[in-house]
């Protein structure tokens, strides 16, 4: 991948008045560029004072540069500074080095969140009701647990936001039981997974 | 949330379905087109619910883990009141 990438392009961020800057545009370039936001060129420009032309061809690079280190997980300096040219500016390439180790795990968490998916749960609210009568009992009190679930489907359509939908569901003592059961197997295999 | 639900079923001529069945996966993410190793376990459940109709319809999803251990507890929590119930 970094082999593709023109590295002369990534010049243009010695353009920025300041070290914070750069961290910004690389942040930016990796956590936006992966859902091709409009946003990205313009927030960039912004942060360097460049021009969309000559701009537009840096985001390209760095988005290369930064996706190959994330990719492969590099945890030490010299693997990624292999990366560059050795004619590469020095310490444009210590930056850009630092800034990505520094991001590595919020980068890999941001990617894991945007990942390919079921559906997401979002959010879950429960209330618990007494049923006091029905139709067929007059008198009674018996507990119910009604649980609405928030589910974001995988985005159909690049340019809208997913839609959430709602599964109410409601529960009986027994049904909630069972359910901690199968919930309480699962943190076992959990345990078990994390020990590996 | 741990809020609990202001919602009036009736209202919104809704009722909440019976959940009839509860199915899960345990995985790990071995790795992915942006991420060489990522070893990052997820929870995927399908839930079979039944309408008052009897009408069985099923939801399919992932948890993280955080939102799974969350998740667990509410519902510990949840069973534990209906025992003072």
């Known amino acids: 991948m970094a082999a593709h990438c023109d590295f002369s392009s990534l010049e243009l961020l010695m353009k920025a008045s300041s070290k914070e800057k750069v961290v910004k545009v690389c942040n930016d370039v990796y956590v936006m560029g992966s859902s091709q936001s409009d946003g990205l ?7 360097l004072g460049t021009r969309p032309n000559e701009t537009k061809k840096m985001i390209e690079s760095l988005s290369s540069v930064l996706k190959t280190i994330i ?30 180790l520094d991001n590595m795990n919020t980068w890999k968490t941001h990617s894991i969140s945007t990942q390919v998916s079921l559906p997401r749960l979002v959010d879950f609210d429960w209330r618990l009701d007494t049923k006091m009568a029905s139709d067929s009992i007059s008198r009674t009190s018996v507990p119910t647990c009604i649980l609405q679930m928030k589910v974001q489907e995988n985005q159909t359509d690049v340019k809208t936001t997913p839609e959430n939908h709602n599964i109410n569901v409601e529960l009986s003592k027994e049904t909630l039981d069972t359910m901690l059961d199968g919930l309480s197997k699962i943190r076992d295999q959990l345990s078990s997974v994390a020990r590996r | 949330s741990k809020e609990c639900l202001n919602m009036d079923l009736s209202e919104r001529g809704l009722t909440a379905g019976k959940l009839v069945d509860m199915k899960w996966k ?12 990522l070893n990052s376990p997820f929870v995927a ?8 109709s009897g009408k069985i319809s099923t939801h399919t999803f992932e948890l993280t883990i955080p939102q799974f251990q969350n998740f667990s507890e509410q519902m510990k929590d949840m069973a534990a009141r209906m025992e003072m119930i």
């Open chain 1, 41 to 47: 060129l313009s927030s960039v420009c912004e942060s």
């Open chain 1, 71 to 100: 990719f492969h997980g590099y945890t030490e300096p010299q693997e990624i500074q292999s990366l560059f040219p050795k004619d590469f500016h020095k310490n444009l390439r210590d930056l850009i080095t630092k800034i990505a």
């Open chain 2, 26 to 37: 345990l995985g790990v993410a071995v790795c992915s087109d942006e991420c060489k190793s």
């Open chain 2, 45 to 52: 459940m399908t839930l079979k619910v039944a309408d008052a």
